[in-house]
């Protein structure tokens, strides 16, 4: 008798371990990695562009490295920004990428990080909208958030008086 419930026990402690294994194996890095845990953040470009296309609201690309010190330093920044974290969560369709997709479109001066682009519902990327560095366009730093929060709210004046 004392044989059959060793036998259960050591099944059911297998049983546990594996689910807990499992569990370990599927969770997966949340979709923000870091630039704002309210906001919704799409997995890919592809389902970015899909999803502006059903919400009419523009797309904004982050792309970003997760061991450049500038990249950490303009995440620390845009996460401390309350009227950007609102603006990302109301008015875009977010998504950060590690790495580069087969969009040529979404480096037109080069494939720098940190760098910020958006696309509008016809799928245009904004060439127009750039930050204030001469020679990276779309790079912004921690001390541009006044400048990324005007170009995001242009973003959605363009979206509206342009559509």
Not at 3 to 27: D, H, M, N, P
Request: aromatic share 8%; net charge positive.
């Amino acid at each position: 008798m004392l044989r059959w419930v060793l036998l259960a026990l050591f099944i059911s402690l297998c049983a546990i371990a594996e689910a807990q294994k499992k569990k370990g194996k599927t969770q997966t890095a949340p979709l923000s990695k870091g630039w704002g845990k309210n906001i919704k953040w799409v997995k890919s470009y592809e389902e970015g562009l899909s999803e502006i296309a059903k919400s009419q609201k523009p797309l904004m690309v982050i792309h970003h490295l997760d061991n450049c010190p500038h990249s950490k330093a303009l995440k620390e920044a845009f996460v401390a920004d309350k009227a950007i974290q609102i603006m990302a969560k109301e008015d875009f369709i977010m998504l950060n990428v590690v790495e580069e997709t087969g969009d040529k479109n979404l480096a037109p001066d080069g494939y720098y990080v940190p760098r910020i682009l958006f696309v509008d519902p016809a799928l245009t990327v904004r060439a127009d909208i750039v930050g204030q560095h001469s020679d990276r366009l779309y790079a912004y730093g921690p001390d541009d958030m006044e400048h990324l929060a005007a170009n995001m709210k242009k973003a959605k004046l363009l979206l509206h008086s342009e559509l």
